[in-house]
């Protein structure tokens, strides 16, 4: 009983903190069910970051930190990934939303080419770069 208590306690503050806000997302990507263990997995990190080299580091940098080769000249830099506070300010759905659709009015282009479980690997390592030491 005590723990249904604090779990629907930390649901209402998660939900009134804003982080978790999702309306402004697509309905269908508000209904996205996130696959937790696969983001807490290291097998999908590691593929995640090897997607990333391939496909993001040019703009993102190897580290993740915005600092990648062609970030000159942009309107909007490439996001740093190593940014604690965009960790703490976005979510899975988001970012999934964000890879797949693009960033209107920014350099980010849809990646529409990956499949659902690539898209996957690469939220759970983009969503694990603030965590790591530097």
């Known amino acids: 009983m005590k723990k249904r208590v604090i779990t629907a306690l930390l649901a209402t503050l998660l939900a009134f903190s804003g982080c978790d806000d999702e309306r402004d997302l697509p309905r269908d990507y ?15 990190r590691q593929r995640g970051r090897d997607l990333f080299v391939e496909h993001c580091a040019l703009c993102h940098g190897e580290r993740a930190d915005g600092h990648g080769e062609r970030r000159e000249g942009f309107a909007r830099p490439p996001r740093d990934f190593t940014s604690a506070a965009w960790r703490r300010s976005t979510t899975p759905r988001r970012v999934f939303f964000a890879i797949r659709e693009g960033i209107r009015g920014s350099a980010m282009p849809a990646w529409k ?6 898209t996957w690997d690469l939220v759970a390592y983009v969503l694990a770069v603030s965590e790591e030491p530097r």
């Open 30 to 44: 508000r209904s996205l069910e996130v696959p937790q263990a696969r983001l807490e997995s290291a097998a999908a």
């Open 113 to 118: 080419a990956l499949d659902r479980e690539q």
